[in-house]
C-alpha cells in the first residue's frame, strides 16, 4: 500500500476537471493506495471524499511564489508520502520525494500575455521555463495529454522521450437536462471558451459575418463570461458588441442547449494542449470546425472539417460548408460521435495508475516508455 499526493490547487479552476476525474476514476479502481489531495485552503469545505482512501489537506500557496518553494514542500514532506503527483508543472524544486508532473500544455512559454507589458510577460515566460525544465527534469515520469504536447515538452525543456507518458483526456456527455439559452439568430455558430487572443474569437467574427449576407439570420454566439480580454475586445471593436451575443454564465443545461441547437462548433484557436470543447460538442450531435493548429486534428481526426486559423476566407469557406449542406453536417455529427468514443476518462485514471506503479519502483527500475505509450485515438 503506497500513500499519494496530488497537488490539486488547480482543482476548482479551469483546467480542474482533469483533476476531478481522475480522483473520480482512481476511487473506482481496486487497488489499496491512500490519497491526499492538495487543495485551496479556503475551498476545502467544497470537497467531499469519494472513498475513505482519499482525504484532503489545504495549501495557500499560490502558483509559482516563494510559499510554493518553501512552504508547500515542507507540508507535503509532513505528509510522508510515498509519491506525489503535481497535476500542473508549477511545484516545488527540492522536494526529496519522488514525483511525476501532468504538463497539459506550454501556453505559458510560448504565449505573450497581452496583458502585461512586454518585459512582464517576457520574464513570466523566462521563469516558466525553467520551472518547466527543472520539473520535468526532476520527475520519475511526465505524463501529456496529447502528443503535439509531447513534442512541445520535449522542445522545450529537453527531457528525454522515454520519461513522457501520454494519457488522453476526455468528454463526457453533460447530465443536466438541456435548458434553453436564449439566442437573437436564426442559426448560430457556436463558440466556448475565454476570450483570450491566441483564441483567435476577432477572425472568427469577421467570417460569420461575410457569411451574413447570404444567410441573414446568421450570428455569433459566444459561450461564457465576458473576461478582461473579452471586454478589451468589445472596446475596440464596437460592431462585434452588435453583431455578435455574448451569453455571459451558462449552467451546464444551457451549455448542452446551445451545443444541440448550433449549426455548427467553432474552434478557431492558434493553440490548443488537447481541445476538450470540440469533443464536448461532437458528444452532443454538434458538427465541429477546427483549426488545423497545434494538437487539433490529432484529437478530432476525420470528426471535424479543418480551416488554417490566420485564414479568414478558409474559416468563412468551412463554416459555409456545413452550414448550407446538411449532408456534410450529417457526416461530421456521425463521425464526432464515433470519436469521441476512442477517449475514456476512465482508461486516463487506469494509465495514470500505471504510472504511479511505475513511479513507485526503485529508481533503477523506472522506465516510463515513450509519448506513444498512451493509448492513440482511433480515426473514427
Known amino acids: 500500500m503506497a500513500h499519494i499526493v496530488l497537488d490539486a490547487r488547480g482543482y476548482f479552476t479551469t483546467t480542474g476537471r482533469y483533476i476531478r476525474k481522475l480522483v473520480e476514476g482512481l476511487s473506482r479502481l481496486e487497488d489499496d493506495h491512500r490519497y491526499t489531495l492538495v487543495l485551496p485552503a479556503d475551498r476545502l469545505e467544497d470537497w467531499s471524499p469519494p472513498s475513505e482512501r482519499f482525504r484532503a489537506v489545504g495549501s495557500s500557496a499560490p502558483f509559482f511564489s516563494l510559499a510554493e518553494q518553501v512552504g508547500l514542500a515542507r507540508q507535503i514532506r509532513a505528509l510522508r508520502p510515498d509519491l506525489v503527483h503535481f497535476c500542473m508543472p508549477q511545484q516545488p524544486v527540492v522536494l526529496g520525494i519522488p514525483r511525476v508532473t501532468t ?5 505559458l512559454l510560448k504565449i505573450r500575455n497581452a496583458k502585461k507589458s512586454r518585459v512582464v510577460s517576457w520574464s513570466r515566460r523566462a521563469v516558466g521555463r525553467v520551472a518547466f525544465t527543472a520539473a520535468a527534469h526532476v520527475g520519475r515520469a511526465n505524463i501529456v495529454v496529447s502528443r503535439f504536447s509531447a513534442e512541445d515538452l520535449r522542445r522545450f525543456t529537453g527531457v528525454p522521450r522515454r520519461s513522457i507518458v501520454l494519457t488522453y483526456e476526455a468528454a463526457d456527455a453533460i447530465a443536466h437536462a438541456a435548458e434553453t439559452v436564449p439566442v437573437p439568430f436564426e442559426r448560430f455558430v457556436l463558440f466556448v471558451g475565454n476570450q483570450v487572443p491566441y483564441k483567435n474569437l476577432e477572425r472568427l467574427f469577421d467570417a460569420v459575418q461575410d457569411l451574413v449576407p447570404t444567410h441573414p439570420g446568421l450570428g455569433l454566439v459566444v459561450a461564457g463570461r465576458i ?15 452588435r453583431g455578435a451575443h455574448f ?10 442547449w446551445l451545443y444541440e441547437n448550433a449549426a455548427v462548433f467553432a474552434f478557431p484557436s492558434f493553440f490548443e494542449g488537447f481541445g476538450l470543447p470540440g469533443l464536448e460538442a461532437m458528444r452532443h450531435g454538434c458538427p465541429v470546425a477546427s483549426s488545423t493548429a497545434t494538437c487539433l486534428p490529432e484529437i478530432y481526426g476525420d470528426a471535424a472539417i479543418y480551416f488554417a486559423p490566420e485564414d479568414r476566407v478558409a474559416m468563412a469557406s468551412a463554416l459555409r460548408r456545413v452550414i448550407e449542406d446538411p449532408e456534410v453536417a450529417a457526416s461530421l455529427v456521425r463521425r464526432g460521435r464515433r470519436r469521441v468514443e476512442d477517449f475514456s476518462w476512465e482508461r486516463m485514471a487506469d494509465e495514470t495508475r500505471a504510472v504511479y506503479e511505475r513511479a513507485l519502483r526503485p529508481r533503477d527500475a523506472v522506465t516510463p516508455g515513450p ?4 493509448r492513440p485515438p482511433g480515426n473514427g
Open 247 to 256: 451569453t455571459g454564465y451558462v449552467s451546464d443545461g444551457g451549455l448542452r
Open 103 to 107: 504538463f497539459h500544455d506550454m501556453t
Open 227 to 241: 473576461d478582461d480580454d473579452g471586454r478589451r475586445i468589445l472596446q475596440r471593436r464596437p460592431d462585434i458588441a
Open 371 to 374: 509519448a506513444e505509450a498512451g
